[in-house]
């Protein structure tokens, strides 16, 4: 069974300029999340989606973030602007139970 | 606030060896916690979960024990092998408000040698 597929892996910018992030999770899974993962420090929740509905975002910036979950599947995450403080690795789960959640490999971003 | 803290950011033992990570946390609504294992440039990957119903859940060489009194929680890998050298990241929820979404630890690094 094919895991949680994210892309890109890797991305670099420059600050101001716009960046998304794209995930597929894991087939049948109705809970997807984003979470942002700064160096030294564990997974913080942006957004949970259950299907198309985002259920919670009070963590996503929303002056810069936007999130969409089309058909409750794939998801997208954009920045606009990026600003250096948003370099991190952006990492997609998803979940069946809404316990146990499956992490793609995540997308590492550099703002310079 | 740190809800979810592991104060040992690395660990170094010897193969064969038994390996105890430690995780405290604050948030007296959590009822669930979980281990997750992360390899260099992967996602974090489940390991092995509790429920506050219980206080020890084992599953192969890995333990984990809960003390809901303490508020503590532990993972033990037993013998401890090469392969299990990775961050191990320690994670709780509970089922209303802002315990209700995965909160992680800060993780801690275990270095298995030879």
């Known amino acids: 069974e094919a895991g949680v597929v994210q892309s890109p892996r890797y991305k670099i910018i420059e600050k101001k300029q716009p960046v998304a992030f794209w995930c597929n999770p894991i087939?049948?899974?109705?809970?997807l999340y984003w979470y942002r993962q700064n160096l030294g420090q564990g997974p913080e929740l942006l957004i949970r989606?259950?299907?198309?509905?985002?259920?919670?975002d009070s963590q996503l910036p929303k002056d810069r973030f936007s999130a969409e979950r089309l058909k409750g599947v794939d998801s997208t995450l954009k920045i606009q602007p990026a600003e250096l403080g948003d370099s991190a690795v952006y990492l997609c789960?998803?979940?069946?139970?809404?316990?146990?959640?499956?992490f793609g490999p995540g997308t590492r971003l550099t703002v310079l | 606030d740190q809800q979810v803290k592991q104060n040992s950011p690395s660990l170094s033992v010897q193969e064969g060896r038994i390996s105890i990570l430690n995780c405290d946390y604050t948030?007296?609504?959590?009822?669930?916690f979980l281990w997750y294992k992360k390899y260099p440039a992967e996602g974090p990957t489940f390991l092995i979960s509790?429920?506050?119903?219980?206080d020890k859940n084992e599953d192969g060489r890995f333990t984990v024990f809960l003390n809901k009194s303490a508020k503590h929680l532990s993972l033990h890998i037993v013998p401890s092998q090469p392969g299990d050298s990775a961050v191990y990241f320690c994670?709780?929820?509970?089922?209303?408000?802002?315990?209700?979404?995965?909160?992680f630890g800060t993780g801690t690094r275990l270095q298995v040698t030879l």
């Open positions: 087939s049948g899974h109705n809970t």
């Open positions: 994670a709780a929820k509970g089922n209303t408000g802002t315990a209700s979404k995965l909160t």
């Open positions: 989606y259950e299907n198309e509905e985002a259920v919670d």
């Open positions: 948030n007296s609504m959590f009822d669930y």
């Open positions: 789960a998803s979940s069946l139970s809404g316990t146990k959640q499956y």
């Open positions: 509790i429920s506050s119903i219980k």
